[in-house]
């Protein structure tokens, strides 16, 4: 699965580790991720991050 990473602060979302602080079990794909999630650095929504090259 593909890490994505937040275009404003540089968070990185690893499926493999989810965001448990946020209700996210790991192995949950970016595109699994409720549409409500936000980034738990800066908070902005699923639309700021893009796939880590």
């Known amino acids: ?10 968070y990185v979302y690893d499926p493999e580790v989810g965001d448990p602080d946020n209700g996210v079990n790991p192995g949950t794909s970016f595109k699994d991720l409720p549409e409500t999630w936000v980034c738990p650095l800066c908070g902005v929504g699923k639309d700021q991050f893009e796939v880590e090259k």
């Open 1 to 10: 699965m593909e890490k994505y990473v937040c275009t404003v602060c540089g």
